[in-house]
């Protein structure tokens, strides 16, 4: 008899869940400004239990270049209530925004700069993990007028940049080093804080180079027409490491410990993401995706419609993420130790679902 009551029982606090469930994902579609064809596509056939029980409040940060433009149609999905999770997004100007609240726990995901990304699972013995590769080469040096056809036609030359401390500042040093020029002596370097404070100075005549990764490279260019590309870094790297490694730009890192404890959750932000820069990267997504930029104040939409397929935006994880980051992090510890965090990784800090 007592086993009979405790079916009963289990067989009503499920109907009771289901109910629940089903109410939430109504009143969920009722508040949420969908359009028409969207709300007659819904799909009858998508069983509750592939949901989330609950959605995980998950905060994360993206830089405004390249990292931000592959995630805005997930930031989009976000903002219509359309992902699995709960995202909290900051956009930030520059790494060293971001960092700090990676290593005191108040950002559970974000993207970095790839040697950062080693620095701080240095830096936190181990508190953070590597979950994607977003960011192939995106950094060129601009010239006003036509000087520099060669890495070696920067000598005596001053290069305004941005980046210091992380991979632009270490890749142009190795660059300018495997080609026999000591930066800061035979190459003066002035490195700015933002990327858009180097603009005006190309514009004025105060910089006549200038090293920039895109999409800023495309909104120079676009403003000053006697501003031209001389070198492409990427190229440059290929040559002086005899394609030993690629030049990974960016990463997406997440805290050990939200990992650990939420990996459903970031495994559906992992694929929620790698859709938005498939539809980013896509031809007939690359219009909505500029217009998408411009609404979550990252770029005019007519720059980021030119700079989107120069920005080499990728979703590289797994193996893959491992073969390029591990080559790329051991060129730069034997060109500088201190580029990532003074030691090489080990195998625990790839993340692998």
Known sequence: MKKKISRFLAVLMALSMTVSMTACKTNKED??????????????????????TEKVSVNIAALKGPTALGMVNLLEKNENGEVAN??????????????GKVVSGELDI?????????TLYNKTEGGVKLAALNTMGVLYILETGDSIQSVAD??????????????????????????????????????????????P??????????????????SVLMQNENVRVALDLTEEWEKAVDGESGLTMGCVVVRSEFAENNKEALDNFLSEYKQSV???????????????????????????QKAIPECNIVFEEGEEMQKIASGFLQVLFEANPKSVGGKLPDEDFYYKR
Do not use: C, R, W
Not at 31 to 52: A, M
Not at 110 to 118: E, F, G, R, Y
Not at 283 to 297: C, I, K, R, T, V
């Open 31 to 52: 508040t949420t400004v969908q359009e028409p064809e969207k709300v007659e596509q819904e799909s009858e056939e998508s069983s509750l239990d592939t949901l989330p």
């Open 86 to 99: 709960e995202y909290h997004v900051t956009l930030a100007g520059a790494p060293d925004e971001v960092v």
């Open 110 to 118: 974000a993207a970095v700069p790839t040697n950062l990304a080693s």
């Open 154 to 199: 920067l000598a005596g030359k001053t290069i305004y940049a941005t980046g210091q401390g992380s991979t632009p500042e270490f890749a142009l040093n190795l660059v300018l080093e495997k080609n026999g020029l000591t930066p800061n002596e035979d190459v003066n370097i002035v490195y700015k804080e933002e990327h858009a404070e180097i603009a």
């Open 201 to 218: 100075l190309l514009a004025s005549g105060e910089a006549e180079i200038a090293l920039l990764p895109q999409p800023f490279v495309t």
């Open 278 to 304: 498939e539809e980013v990267n896509s031809a007939e997504g690359l219009e909505h995706a500029a217009q998408l930029a411009e609404h979550y104040d990252i770029m005019k939409a007519a720059v980021a």
